[in-house]
Structure formats: structure tokens, C-alpha cells
């Protein structure tokens, strides 16, 4: 009996030591991506004014927002100035399998779409034979129907997190030195919200139907091979603040000529975790419907933390010209650096043993040159209009990785387009709008585009007050991403929300 628990323990070390292995080198679907920089995002949401202006605001001036955007837009400030802002935000994720039936094996979209729970009584049966089996009871429950495939409705889960935070705590001050116009500015704020999760109920090791995975199906079929599919749940999760210390200057080299610089300091301390949840497997054999399907359990769960840090630098500089401005920002190539712990569990009810691990590295991201151009017109004293495009060339990002690893696929170019508009009804009131286009930095399984992620939309509106010794900012702002992940045996659709209201106090001494 001792020799019997001794061997289910080396059976289950090399079974874990395998599950890790396979975890790091399965792409399965997009989705069960190791730990990495997921959730990092490049993305400013400082500045009010800014943000309800569909962050169209490299060109604009005068005004402390300028710090997080261009920061020769500091010139121009009359006086010293000091801000303080928060915000509320909640992100939805949720996604809705959907696969479709294969000649060969009809049945195995009804198992993998939950819309048939076969009989643990039934492990290692054939399929065809349980389904003409009269002593067995088949019931395959009904699909819905008729619903948008991205919606709350149809997804096969949905999940959301949310929160209030600071915003950012900053101050500009104007120096004239030998006669020359200089501001300097300082801040203390949340750039953004290292938020990622991902999700995948139907995680399936190697995958059934795509072409880049090797088309089990179709070897299956044509070379009369057999071939055993993991069956998993899959779950990831991450979630900490992107804290920014940033210094800026602002020059004024002529009066229609301004140029800045900045310097970023990021860091962010986040906790995450990663767990695969086996359900059973199907060995699939050559035939109509040949495949069999067996529960077997085993939960292999990572948690841990990382500590992101980079060091940013921008440069800036706004030409005026009549009612146009124009401005151009750098943000010059930076490495952003992960240093990551973490410990693993395997449990398996298989042989009622559990094997853990640690682990710790570091790796690095090294982000190439990004550039923003913006343009505003003023036609009238009440009315500001303002546009923007920027460019950050992710595709010549670089990645190392302590271990290295294989479901990182690198990153695509990120295009993004802002429009704002201000408008000051009232002496002391103005309404402001925007838009704000922005692609992801990733590319779904299956798309005809390679070089471009998924479209992210946002709307923002907001108000700026003049009250007594300073003024109130207030903004909403609401995005989508909607995408699908497309294989010869499904497809997936992902949705992804998120929902801002941003509001600060702004004086001016």
C-alpha cells in the first residue's frame, strides 16, 4: 500500500511539473496567456478638462491639464495654479462561446456549449453508443436564440470590478528668468488602472479547430489518428493602481512658439492569479461521432504579485497662428520592468494529492518612440475645437521574459483618434464634448486584419464652472471594444466596457 501512494506521488509531481509546462507553451484560443503584462496599458486619464474633451488636447494651452498631454501647453498660465481630482470607474468583461457542429463529430458542440452534462457513470463510453443506448437519457437542453451574440444575455459568463480612486494632485508655477517666460509643474497621480481579466470555460488543450493549432479534427479524420483533448476552465485576474510621480516645464521661446518637457516616474504594485480547472478530456478517434469523454479533475492555481516600474520622458511644443494651434508631443522609447513572485498548487482528486511550487523573475518591456499631433481652432472667443492623432508603434515593442514565454504573441500598433469640442454658454459655464478612437494592441485568433487590433470607442461629455477662487471640472466618459475570435469550430465574442465620471477643483492664485 506504501509503494501504491508513493507511485500516485510521482504520478501526480510529473503530472503537475507537465500541467506547468503545457500552460506555458498552449496558446489555447488566445486565452490562457501566461501572467505577462496583461492589463498594462500606456493610457493617460489625468487632466478633466482633458478627458471630457476626448483627450484631444496636445494642442491646447494655458492650463494645468497640460502636464499629462503636452507639456510646453503649461506656458501660458497666468498664475500658480493647483488641482485636485478624483474619479469612479467599473469595467464589465464578458464573452459568448459559440461552436458549431463537425460532421464527423456532431455531438461535440453539444458538450463543449453545455448544452448536454453527460453521466460520470458514462467515462470512457463512446458517445454514439451511450446516444443509442434506450436504457440512457439523452437530453440536450434547447440554445438560445435570436439574442445579440455580444450581449449580457448571451454571454456564457460576465464579470466587473470597480472603485474609486485619486486622480491626481498637481501644481504649476510661472518664473520669469532674465526675461524669459518658464512654468514648472509637478504632480502626483493614478495614470491608470492595471485592470485584466480573462476568461475562457471551454479551454481545450490542444485546441479542436483552428488551422494554427495544428487542425486536430481534420488529422483526426484524415490520418485515422486518435487524439486526447483537455477539457478546462480557465481564469485570470489582475488588478492594482499605475501610480505616476511627473515633472514638467514649459518655455517660452517666442510668443507664438512654446516648448516643454516631462518626466514620468510609473510604478504599480498589483496582485494577480491564474487558475486551470481540469474538467475531463475527450480521446478523439477516426469515425462518425468516434470520440469518448471521461471527468477527470484536476486544479492547477498561480497566485502572486508584480511590481511594474518605467521612467518616462515627453517632449513637447505648440505653434499659435490666429485662431489655430497646433502641437506636436514624444514620448520618447522607455522599458517598463516586472518583477514577479509567485506559488503554485496542483490538486488532483484523481489521486487525492497536491504538489506546490514557487517562483520569482524579472522581465522587461521595452516600448519604442510614440508621437502625438493635435490641432484646435477657435473661431469665436466661445467656441474651442480640437482633434488629435497619435501613434504608438507596439509592433517594435520587445519582450524578455525571466523563463521565457510562448503564448506571449507581441503586440500591433495602436492608432488613436480625439475629437473635443468646448463651448462657454455663460460667463462662468462651459459644456464640453468628445470622441475618442483608439485600437487595441492585440489581434483576435482568426482575423483577416494582422496589423490592427480591435476598434475601443469612447464618448465623453463634462462641464467646466468658475466658482469663487477656482473652478469645477466635471466628466463622463463611456467605452466599448466588442471582437470575435474565429475557428473552424467556434467563435467567440468578447465585449469589454468601462465607465468613468472624473470630477476635480482647480484654483488659481
Do not use: C
Amino acid at each position: 500500500m506504501q509503494n501504491n501512494n508513493k507511485n500516485n506521488f510521482k504520478v501526480l509531481v510529473w503530472f503537475s511539473l507537465l500541467t506547468l509546462l503545457f500552460t506555458s507553451s498552449s496558446f489555447s484560443q488566445h486565452r490562457g496567456d501566461n501572467l505577462a503584462f496583461q492589463g498594462w496599458r500606456d493610457d493617460n486619464n489625468n487632466g478633466i478638462k482633458a478627458v471630457a474633451m476626448g483627450r484631444a488636447y496636445t494642442s491646447l494651452s494655458g492650463d494645468i491639464n497640460s502636464l499629462f498631454w503636452n507639456p510646453a501647453g503649461l506656458v501660458g498660465i497666468a498664475g500658480p495654479q493647483f488641482s485636485i481630482a478624483a474619479n469612479t470607474y467599473n469595467q464589465v468583461w464578458r464573452e459568448n462561446q459559440w461552436y458549431r457542429p463537425n460532421r464527423q463529430f456532431v455531438n461535440l458542440a453539444f458538450y463543449l456549449d453545455r448544452l448536454y452534462t453527460p453521466d460520470p457513470a458514462n467515462n470512457g463510453i463512446f458517445d454514439n453508443q451511450i446516444f443509442f443506448d434506450t436504457t440512457q437519457t439523452y437530453f440536450v437542453e434547447e440554445p438560445k436564440l435570436g439574442l445579440d451574440p455580444f450581449s449580457e444575455e448571451a454571454a456564457d459568463w460576465q464579470v466587473s470590478q470597480s472603485g474609486t480612486q485619486l486622480n491626481n494632485i498637481s501644481g504649476a508655477y510661472p518664473l520669469i528668468i532674465a526675461e524669459q517666460e518658464f512654468v514648472i509643474s509637478a504632480a502626483y497621480a493614478t495614470q491608470s488602472m492595471i485592470l485584466d481579466y480573462d476568461r475562457n470555460t471551454t479551454h481545450l488543450d490542444p485546441h479542436i479547430g483552428s488551422d494554427e493549432y495544428g487542425a486536430v479534427i481534420e488529422r483526426v479524420t484524415s490520418a485515422g489518428d486518435s487524439v486526447r483533448v483537455n477539457w478546462s476552465d480557465y481564469n485570470r485576474e489582475r488588478q492594482g493602481d499605475l501610480k505616476s510621480i511627473i515633472f514638467g516645464l514649459g518655455y517660452k521661446v517666442i510668443d507664438n512658439i512654446k516648448v516643454g518637457f516631462s518626466t514620468n516616474i510609473l510604478s504599480s504594485a498589483v496582485d494577480e492569479s491564474q487558475q486551470i480547472t481540469q474538467l475531463g478530456y475527450f480521446d478523439l478517434l477516426g469515425g462518425p461521432n468516434r470520440f469518448k469523454f471521461s471527468y477527470d479533475s484536476v486544479d492547477t492555481k498561480t497566485t502572486g504579485n508584480s511590481d511594474f516600474s518605467a521612467v518616462k520622458w515627453t517632449l513637447g511644443a505648440i505653434a499659435e497662428i490666429n485662431s489655430f494651434s497646433i502641437g506636436v508631443s514624444f514620448g520618447l522609447p522607455y522599458t517598463v520592468t516586472r518583477e514577479w513572485n509567485t506559488s503554485t498548487t496542483t490538486d488532483s482528486l484523481t489521486v487525492l494529492k497536491s504538489f506546490n511550487s514557487t517562483d520569482s523573475g524579472t522581465d522587461e518591456l521595452s516600448i519604442p518612440l510614440s508621437y502625438a499631433v493635435g490641432i484646435s481652432f477657435k473661431p469665436v472667443n466661445e467656441l474651442v475645437i480640437a482633434f488629435n492623432f497619435g501613434k504608438n508603434n507596439y509592433s517594435n515593442a520587445e519582450f524578455s521574459f525571466a523563463h521565457g514565454d510562448s503564448t506571449n504573441r507581441g503586440w500591433v500598433d495602436q492608432t488613436i483618434v480625439g475629437f473635443g469640442v468646448e463651448y462657454a454658454a455663460f460667463d462662468f459655464l462651459s459644456f464640453l464634448a468628445g470622441y475618442r478612437y483608439s485600437s487595441a494592441y492585440f489581434v483576435p485568433d482568426g482575423s483577416g486584419i494582422q496589423d490592427s487590433g480591435p476598434a475601443i470607442n469612447g464618448f465623453t461629455v463634462g462641464l467646466s464652472a468658475n466658482i469663487v477662487y477656482g473652478r469645477i471640472d466635471l466628466a463622463y466618459e463611456y467605452k466599448t471594444m466588442k471582437y470575435e475570435d474565429i475557428y473552424y469550430s467556434n467563435t467567440n465574442y468578447s465585449y469589454e466596457s468601462a465607465s468613468n465620471f472624473y470630477f476635480g477643483y482647480t484654483i488659481t492664485l
